[in-house]
């Protein structure tokens, strides 16, 4: 039997081609190069609100207020400031090593 309540997980990492992205509350509090697998604490996400996401859809872009998915694009938001990533290409759940050695105070 699965849960069907509401989603309780406050940590969410967006992966995409060479970056995750790690949110927590829907905010970016670490970024983490895949490919050096280091952390980017000086990355433009850092500290900036998951505002929504853009949709590609047959060779176009639709933006929306949801959640980001797998084939969106994550939208971020810090004033008037606005940071797209490129195509998610999956969502996890980071371990919990993972959150502790997050590099900055967000966590």
């Not at 008037?80 to 967000?106: G, H, K, M, Q």
Request: glycine letters at 6%; hydrophobic letters at 35%; proline letters at 5%.
């Amino acid at each position: 039997m699965s849960y069907e309540g509401s989603e309780r997980r406050v940590h969410h990492v967006f992966v995409t081609r060479n970056t995750e992205y790690h949110v927590r509350a829907e905010v970016c509090v670490a970024v983490r190069d895949r490919e050096a697998a280091r952390w980017r604490d000086d990355h433009p996400a850092v500290g900036r609100r998951l505002a929504g996401a853009l949709k590609h859809v047959h060779g176009g872009i639709i933006p929306t207020l949801e959640r980001p998915q797998v084939g969106h694009s994550v939208y971020f938001r810090r004033g008037d400031r606005d940071l797209v990533t490129s195509v998610v290409e999956r969502i996890e759940r980071p371990a919990r090593d993972v959150v502790a050695a997050y590099p900055c105070a967000l966590h």
